[in-house]
């Protein structure tokens, strides 16, 4: 089992920034994080990933803005220069497989309950 706690949510202005947070716990090892967002009537959407070696994913739309990062068993992610479709519910999703297919939600097999971050114009 894996347990997901995110946080660092909130609201900003367009070009604003916001730090997220994922806590792993739990008795199984996670191979890869990823943080997926899903906007109201959208489909949820995978944004970056990391793997346990360190590896990185990031999602063309946020190249560039977004860092993703470990830290023991914290994950981050740094956002930088927000936009208004930025504005989404992130979660955290942990994978304990030995692949992954980053932007594929039936990958993970554990998920935080979601940050809501919001972005103004």
């Known amino acids: 089992q894996v347990q997901l706690a995110e946080s660092g949510g909130g609201s900003v202005q367009s070009g604003g920034s916001l730090r997220l947070s994922c806590v792993a716990s739990?008795?199984?090892?996670?191979?890869?994080m990823t943080w997926f967002r899903q906007a109201p009537g959208e489909e949820r959407e995978g944004v970056a990933g990391?793997?346990?070696?360190?590896t990185t994913w990031y999602t063309d739309s946020v190249k560039g803005r977004f860092t993703i990062s470990r830290d023991m068993n914290t994950v981050i992610l740094q956002m930088n220069s927000l936009k208004p479709e930025d504005t989404a519910m992130y979660y955290c999703?942990?994978?304990?497989?030995?692949?992954?297919?980053?932007?594929?939600?039936?990958?993970?097999?554990?998920w935080g309950q979601g940050t809501q971050v919001t972005v103004s114009s």
């Open positions: 999703a942990a994978n304990t497989k030995s692949f992954v297919r980053w932007a594929l939600v039936s990958d993970y097999n554990y």
């Open positions: 739990g008795s199984d090892v996670w191979n890869f």
């Open positions: 990391i793997s346990d070696a360190g």
